[in-house]
């Protein structure tokens, strides 16, 4: 019913900069959280950052004060723009979203995902 679309991945040298879009189509009523999580080989995933439709940012330790998620809800979309990246930084990023959205049994809210976009940064 819902699909995330996340685009905007790539390779960068270290000190460089991306910017990560996420866009939320299907029958949606609502979202709630949206959110940034990245995997790194062997390591599970983790929380970057998420925001609600009026609250500010939350970020990891490691990315606080480098990154920045925003929103726009008329879209349905979230960014995550990334400054002063670090080899540390390359994962696959996946976008996350609880949605309230309106099957054919009814509205009710969920969590769903996209299928993720590389990051790789270069030393």
């Known amino acids: 019913q819902v699909q995330l679309v996340e685009s905007g991945g790539g390779l960068v040298q270290a000190g460089g900069s991306l910017r990560l879009s996420c866009a939320a189509s299907?029958?949606?009523?609502?979202?709630?959280?949206m959110a940034w999580y990245r995997q790194a080989p062997g390591k599970q995933r983790e929380l970057v950052a998420a925001?609600?439709?009026?609250?500010?940012?939350n970020y990891a330790d490691s990315v606080k004060g480098r990154f920045t998620i925003s929103r726009d809800n008329a879209k349905n979309t979230v960014y995550l723009q990334m400054n002063s990246l670090k080899p540390e930084d390359t994962a696959v990023y996946y976008c996350?979203?609880?949605?309230?959205?309106?099957?054919?049994?009814?509205?009710?809210?969920?969590?769903?995902w996209g299928q993720g976009t590389q990051v790789t940064v270069s030393s």
């Open positions: 996350n979203a609880f949605v309230l959205a309106d099957p054919f049994s009814g509205k009710r809210w969920a969590d769903y």
């Open positions: 299907g029958r949606i009523v609502s979202i709630n959280r």
């Open positions: 925001t609600t439709s009026g609250g500010s940012g």
